[in-house]
C-alpha cells in the first residue's frame, strides 16, 4: 500500500495500524455496558477537546487520539454478545458519537463508517465472516469505507469493478470521501460485481470487500482540504488489481435493500455528529462569553452575561440544541425498536462463504423500519439546523473578539457547514411528507 499526499509529503509521519491483519497486534479493552461507554466517552471527549482548534488550524490528524479511541474498546461496542461483544443498541452508539462530537467532531466521524460496516457484518456476512471480523474489531481494528465516486450521474452510480480472477476476484476503482481511510486497519469497498459470464456464480449487484489496508495494489492519498472536518482522513483510494478473496465480500443487497434498519442506523450517527457539533458550539459560545465579551454600552450592565439580549439569545439557542438532542434521542429509541428483533443474528447464508441474509421479512418489521427512518429523518433535520445555526450564532454573541483568527472559534461552523453536507434535508422533508399525506414508506438505499 502507499500513502501520499498531493500538497504536502506525510508519508514519514503517516503509520498504518494493522491489528492482527497485518503482523502487528493491537489490544483493546472490553466494554460491558451502555454507562461504561458513556463514561469512556466522556472521559476521552475532555481530553480531546483541549487540542482540537490546534489540530485543525494545522491540520494536524489525530493518530495518537484514534489509536486512544480504539484502545478503549468503544470501537467493539456493537459486536455480538455471542462474540464477546456488549451488542450496545443504536441508540446507545449515538449517544457514544454525540459525546465524542461536542469535543471533536472530526474525531467522532473517522468510526463512523467503521460502525455502519460492522452492522454490515453483523446483518449479512456468513458465519466464518462474522467470526474473523468481530474477532478484529474487539482486538481494536479499525473499518473506514471506500464507498463514493466521482463522475456518474449521480453519487449512486459505482465503477468500482469487482471481476473474476483465478480462483477469487480483482477489484479496480477510485473511491472518494473515504473518511478515516488514513487511520484504517481495513477498507469497506464498494464494488459492482462485473462478470457477464457468470463465471463466479455470484449474484448481479454490489459487494463489499473487507481489505486490509496494506494489500497490494491499494493506494490511500491524504488530498481532502474541505473548509470543515479537516482532519478525519477523508481522501482518495485507488485500487488497481487488487486481488480479493470470494469469503472477503460480502453482497450489500442483504442489509441494504430489505428492512434491516440500516440506513436508519448510519443516518442516526450523522445526526449525533449534527448535534453534538452544535452542543459544542453553544459550550464554546458560554464559555467566551462569559470569560472575555464585553458588554454592548447601552445594556447598562458591567459584564455581557448580564446583557438582557444576550441572555435571551442564549436562551433560544439553548431550546435549538435540546430540540435536537431530544429528537436524536427518540430517534434512537425508534432505530432500536426497528433492529431489536433482529439482535439475534442471522442464519449462516451466502454462496460460497459470501455472506447474505436468509431472514425472512414480516410486515412488522417493514413497518418497524419505516419508522426509524422517519424519525432519523426528523433528528437529521434538527441537528442539521442546530449545528449550523448555534456555531454561526457563536460570532453574534461573541462579538468582534471571538472573529480572531487565532482562536479559530470558526471550526464549529465550518465543521457543522461541511459535514451538514453529506446528504440533503431537503429529501428528508421529502420523505416525511410523503409518509403523511400519502402513507408512503421511505425508501430502501442506505440513506434514509
Known sequence: ?????????????WSPATADIGGVALAADRITSAAQAFSVAEHLAA???SGAAARDRGRILPHPEVQRLAAS??????????YGGADLPPSAVAEVVRILATADPNIAQIPHSHF??????????????????????LDGARIANAQSERGGATIADISTTLRPAGSGFRVDGRKFYCTGSLFANLLAVLTKLDDPEGRSGLEPGEYIAYLPADTPGVRIIDDWNGIGQRTTGSGTVSFE????????????????Q?????????????AAIDAGIARGALTAATEFVRTTSRPWFEAGVAHAVDDPLLIQRFGELSVVVTAAEATLAAAGKAVDAATAQRRALPPDGGIDGVGSSGTVVDIEQEEGAARASLAVAAAKVLADRAANEVSSALFEVGGTRSAATDLNLHHFWRNARTHTLHDPIRWKY???????????????????
Do not use: C, K, W
Request: proline share 4%; no cysteine; aromatic share 6%.
Open 116 to 137: 455502519v460496516y460492522v452492522n454490515l457484518v453483523r446483518l449479512a456476512g456468513a458465519a466464518a465472516q462474522r467470526q474473523r471480523y468481530f474477532a478484529q474489531v
Open 1 to 13: 500500500m502507499t500513502v501520499s499526499d498531493g500538497r504536502r509529503s506525510r508519508t514519514a509521519a
Open 430 to 448: 421529502q420523505h416525511l411528507g410523503r409518509a403523511l399525506l400519502h402513507g408512503t414508506a421511505p425508501p430502501l438505499h442506505g440513506v434514509i
Open 73 to 82: 474498546g468503544l470501537l467493539a461496542v456493537t459486536v455480538p454478545a455471542e
Open 241 to 256: 488489481e487488487v486481488l480479493v478473496e470470494r469469503d472477503q465480500l460480502i453482497r450489500r443487497s442483504a442489509a441494504v
Open 47 to 49: 481530553d480531546f477537546a
Open 258 to 270: 430489505a428492512p434491516t434498519g440500516y440506513g436508519a442506523f448510519a443516518q442516526l450517527l450523522h
